[in-house]
């Protein structure tokens, strides 16, 4: 389970605008709102501190305690961030404040384990992950960092569905339980040699073909009537 409480100081954002967020970013700082339940509060926060709360243990799934310029801290949870294509420097974050007691909605990452002892990939066969997030609701500190799918009994041929999946404490599956395809394993391609077709005209090694006759004969009279 995530289940990590994170408290991170941020401070109140005073200036706006392109100019005011590109001189923040050189300086080190990430802007970023907090969405609460009737108003926001823009803040900024210090991108190193910020990166570390986010590939820390509880991952993008971890509860942000927010405290803003040293005042009481509120549970938040990451709602979205943007991130530069390039250098890979956040740009800005919004946070949405949450109540611990209140079962929150969230995608959480699908990993297949035991796939090298799956009898279909064992036989050759092609196993392919087709959903790799599902959504679930749960309490803000039930929320799972992943879901781990065991795939070690699914043969050639075989297709599981979210409907197989083991449930999960205190977690509720959103998606379609018989239409969500998690993982497949189908048999091999083979590709076949194309067959070669013998063109038409092709003399035997060895052998003269009809022009070759014609020639041997023309060659005979020609030697017979020298004899006469």
Known sequence: MAGERITIEVLPRTEFGSAASRRLRREGFV?????GRSDAASFV????????????????HAILDIAIDGGSTQPAILKDYQQDP???????IDLQEVRLDEAITASVVVSLVGAEDAPGVREGGVLSQITREVNVSALPLEVPEHID?????MEI????????????????????????????????????????EEEEGEGVEG?????????????????????E
């Open 157 to 196: 041929g075989g297709t599981l569905r979210l409907a197989e999946l083991p449930t999960v404490e205190s977690v509720a599956f959103l998606d379609d339980l018989d239409e969500t395809v998690i993982a497949t394993i189908t048999a091999p391609t083979r590709e076949e040699e194309p067959e070669v």
């Open 149 to 153: 799918v065991d795939v070690s009994g």
């Open 45 to 60: 926060v210090a991108e190193r501190e910020l990166r570390r709360v986010l590939t820390g243990a509880g991952g993008l």
């Open 31 to 35: 802007p970023g709102v907090l969405y």
């Open 207 to 227: 052998e003269a073909g009809e022009g070759g006759a014609a020639e041997a004969s023309d060659a005979e009279a020609s030697d017979d009537s020298g004899d």
């Open 86 to 92: 390039v250098k890979g420097k956040l740009l800005h």
